[in-house]
């Protein structure tokens, strides 16, 4: 399979997800303790799926 050919990810890092949202790697940790972040759990790496992060958008929009 080629570059081109790559399926897109359903599961990110908590360290890519922090960058995608824009916060600490830390606080993106919080946020994934809180069960504000949905994440899984594989082995031992925690892993958020990259839906979660739109939901997680979504919860937290505000009215203007």
Do not use: F, K, T
């Not at 997800?17 to 303790?33: D, F, G, H, K, N």
């Amino acid at each position: 399979m080629s570059q081109s050919e790559q399926l897109p990810r359903a599961l990110i890092s908590v360290n890519e997800a922090a960058r995608v949202i824009s916060v600490s790697r830390s606080y993106a940790y919080e946020l994934v303790a809180s069960g504000h972040l949905a994440s899984v759990r594989l082995g031992r790496r925690v892993l958020v799926p990259v839906s979660a992060i739109d939901d997680l958008i979504a919860q937290n929009l505000v009215d203007i």
